[in-house]
């Protein structure tokens, strides 16, 4: 792990954060009616820093292992333009949003909570993880929210992320599309 002032350095040069689902936008929990329907909770906190750091100009983008409906359609709702899902190795994907964006590995920053992030987290130039995330993740993470996943992480790691670029007033949104 790394001192603040070194999370900082890192997170001052993103101009893209890659986001999983499951266990960071979400509490990790599968909830499944006797149909199969699949419902999740998200926090509209997290929803906002989402929507900030675009408003900073900074890309959004999620890559994760399952497929989803519902967390489709919540992504599309806040606009967010790359979204990959249902993908068991997301390396690929990293690749090709890279080649999209023209960017660096020390550009982007990745939030991931298990193993199938690893191989992003440990490409990225800041590697973010949840207070509850494996082991694996908390090892490879730069910084570790004090948030549980579904509970308010990616709001912080957004915060982090435009405090550490002097955008923190792109917080002070009265838009509450979150």
């Not at 790394?2 to 909830?31: N, S």
């Not at 929803?47 to 599309?76: D, F, H, T, W, Y």
Request: glycine share 8%; aromatic share 4%; net charge negative.
């Amino acid at each position: 792990m790394l001192t603040l002032e070194q999370v900082q350095l890192r997170a001052a040069k993103i101009r893209c954060v890659i986001f999983d689902i499951d266990g960071v936008m979400t509490d990790c929990k599968l909830y499944l009616g006797p149909d199969g329907f699949e419902i999740k909770a998200v926090s509209v906190r997290d929803g906002l820093g989402i929507k900030n750091l675009q408003r900073a100009g900074i890309e959004v983008a999620v890559i994760s292992g399952r497929p989803s409906e519902a967390m489709q359609r919540r992504l599309e709702h806040l606009g967010v333009p790359h979204i990959v899902l249902a993908t068991e190795n997301k390396l690929p994907a990293y690749e090709a949003l890279l080649q999209r964006l023209g960017l660096s590995d020390d550009e982007c920053a990745m939030m991931g909570d298990d193993t199938p992030d690893l191989p992003l987290m440990r490409r990225v130039g800041l590697a973010l993880t949840v207070a509850d995330a494996h082991r694996t993740a908390m090892q490879a993470a730069h910084w570790v929210s004090a948030f549980r996943g579904g509970e308010g992480a990616v709001r912080e790691a957004s915060d982090l992320i435009l405090d550490a670029q002097g955008r923190s007033d792109a917080t002070l949104s009265v838009d509450m599309a979150g």
